[in-house]
């Protein structure tokens, strides 16, 4: 046999793995660099799921995979394909906040975004220009300054935008060479983190005032010059207090929006848009009751209140139904503690002030209880039989993560209501079996609606996200919820399908962004939800196909 040797080895070839044919071997010239077997992908995720399960713990498994990121990209996705539901905690939440917690120790040199410190202003786009690739349509940004509800992690923070850009991929098809993860470090103000002689972050406390704001300014029109008008900048994990000014800046200009205010937002008013299929109710008819009044809170409040004007209820009449408790108890005018900002204002009510959450309850009796507070058991035994007390079936969301920060448990939440509650939680639970019924709860999370909005906002090159869209997209997940998901409590479809349901979120995008003129991908496609399925990633191999050819006689 003859074979053939390339001249010189690129060790980017032997990505494949195993599953090189030997011609494809010989052609590349890696013969000799793999073990003889020649194997199937099937073959290959049956090996990582065989090493994955030799580990015992969390972070080593989310070590594993990310090294299984870094190495082979493509079998990392069809993996997490196989079994969404099993994977995603270990990439996205609860684990991820692990990993954030110890990312300097498990930090490991293949860069998988960029870290850009309040040093480097001035010169933000030649640093974007470090990154290898050069097409680029989503960021997802942090500073790191409130990481889930683990408060301020500087750029350890960095696991965050790395693991939302992964459920871009995985669970919306977004190309993963499109993707780019990005810290902004302007110090953190975390004692225990500047104390680590591990962490690799800048040692110094949060820059803040118009030193920040003109990084934030920079890195902005830097993106913009770099990647293009339509470069979509979705804002994770910000502090409150730069959360929502930066939004209001920047959300009429630039193709941006925040996660923790819209996303979360989107994905809970479609829990209780399918909730309402349970009670037969509008949710006009309801009163909400939030514990927490931050970037969460407010963006569904919002959100609730669109939804209920579209039911024909008033703005006032809608606002009226819904009552914040923050750290300082009920969100009420004249509160004596203060501390009631633009946006808690629209919600404020005049009455007494309450301080306790369980108080708040017994006096104003919430059908909907949410929780985003990042106060783990907030939702007391008492605050629960309250809810089954004041309501045949009470609609509790505890949204806060990861799951030790999570207001209630799923088991809490049957169990205290005798089974009545309609549930579901930021980070994912157990099924649970009460009274021989056993419940499956959905995960209130964003990453049900952020990809999908994402990948339509991507195809349509929409140029601003408006609210209206995390509207259309609650509508879209809402209507994916089945009987046979309502009988077993998950107010979302299953997570198997969550890649035709983003799709379905993304069309519902795309169609929005034409008939509003915010589009600007032409000609608008005919067929836009096969538009759509072609622009997906796909993970299947390719061939490295070197075709049988000889020159013409000359
Ligand atoms: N499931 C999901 O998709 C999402 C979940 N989250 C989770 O929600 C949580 C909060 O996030 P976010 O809203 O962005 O954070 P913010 O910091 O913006 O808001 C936190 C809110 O909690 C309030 N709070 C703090 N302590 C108490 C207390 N003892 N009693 C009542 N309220 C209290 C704060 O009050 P004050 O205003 O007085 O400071 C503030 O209003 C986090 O755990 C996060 O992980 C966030 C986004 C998405
Ligand atoms: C889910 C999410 O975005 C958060 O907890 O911050
Ligand atoms: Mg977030």
Redesign the pocket.
């Known amino acids: 046999m003859e074979l053939i040797f390339a001249p010189e080895v690129n060790l980017d070839e032997l990505i494949q793995g195993p599953t090189y044919s030997v011609v494809e071997r010989q052609r590349l010239g890696i013969l000799g660099l793999l073990p003889a077997a020649v194997r199937t992908d099937e073959e290959e995720i049956a090996r990582c799921k065989a090493n994955l399960d030799r580990l015992t713990d969390d972070l080593d498994k989310y070590i594993y995979l990310a090294h299984l990121q870094d190495a082979n990209e493509r079998l990392f996705y069809q993996l997490l394909n196989t079994n969404v539901q099993e994977f995603m905690p270990l990439v996205y939440t609860p684990v991820v906040g692990l990993a954030c917690q110890n990312f300097s120790l498990i930090f490991n040199k293949p860069p998988r975004g960029l870290f850009i410190t309040i040093y480097d202003k001035g010169y933000i786009y030649e640093i974007l220009k470090n990154w290898p690739e050069q097409d680029i349509r989503a960021i997802v940004v942090t500073d790191g300054e ?1 990481i ?2 683990l408060g301020d992690l500087g750029a350890n923070g960095m696991g965050i935008p790395i693991g939302k850009l992964s459920l871009y991929t995985a669970l919306a098809g977004v190309k993963p060479s499109q993707c780019l993860p990005i810290t902004l470090d302007v110090g953190c103000n975390t004692q225990s983190i500047l104390d680590d002689p591990n962490y690799l972050g800048l040692r110094q406390r949060r820059i803040t005032g118009p030193e920040y704001d003109e990084f934030l300014e920079e890195f902005m029109y830097a993106c913009v010059r770099r990647f293009g008008r339509n470069v979509l900048i979705q804002f994770e994990d910000f ?2 207090h730069n ?1 929502f000014r930066l939004l209001a800046k920047y959300r009429d200009d630039f193709c941006t929006f925040n996660d ?1 205010i819209q ?2 937002a989107s ?1 809970a008013v479609a829990g209780l848009l399918a909730s309402l299929k349970v009670t037969g109710t509008r949710l006009s008819d309801h009163t909400i009751l939030f ?7 407010i963006g569904i409040a919002n959100l609730c209140v669109m939804a209920m004007k579209k039911e024909g209820t008033s703005d006032k009449d809608a606002k009226s139904k819904i009552w914040l ?4 108890g009920l969100v009420v005018n004249n509160r004596p503690e203060g ?1 009631i900002s633009g946006h ?1 204002q629209h919600f404020a009510k005049d009455v007494a002030p309450i301080r306790e ?1 369980g108080q708040a309850i017994k006096t104003i009796k919430p059908s909907i209880l949410i929780g ?4 783990g058991g ?1 939702f007391t035994a008492e605050i629960l039989q309250d809810m089954a007390k004041f309501n045949k079936q009470p609609v509790i969301f505890a ?3 990861p799951t030790h ?1 999570s207001e209630c448990t799923a088991e809490q939440a049957y169990t205290h209501t005798d089974g009545n509650a309609i549930f579901a939680s ?1 980070s994912p639970f157990d099924p649970v079996t009460y009274k021989g019924k056993t419940f499956e709860p959905g995960q ?4 049900y609606v952020f990809p999908g909005i994402a990948l339509g906002v991507i195809c349509a090159g929409a140029k601003v996200i408006t609210d209206e869209l995390f509207l259309i997209s609650a509508q879209a997940l809402a209507d994916q919820v089945r009987e046979t998901d309502l009988d077993v409590g998950r107010l979302y479809p299953p997570l198997q399908s969550i890649k035709d349901i983003s799709v379905k979120i993304a069309r519902a995008i795309v169609e929005e962004a034409y008939n509003t003129g915010v589009a600007s991908t032409f000609p608008k496609p005919c067929y836009i939800e096969e538009f759509i399925r072609c622009q997906m990633y796909d993970t299947s191999r390719a061939q490295v196909l070197f075709p049988e050819y000889s020159y013409p006689k000359l």
Request: charged share 20%; net charge positive.
């Open positions: 409130r889930l509800g502090g409150n959360a923790d996303g979360t994905v514990q927490g009044a931050g970037e969460a809170s408790v923050d750290s300082k501390g808690k959450l985003a507070s990042a106060i907030a949204l806060s993560n920060k930021g209130g999370n964003n990453s």
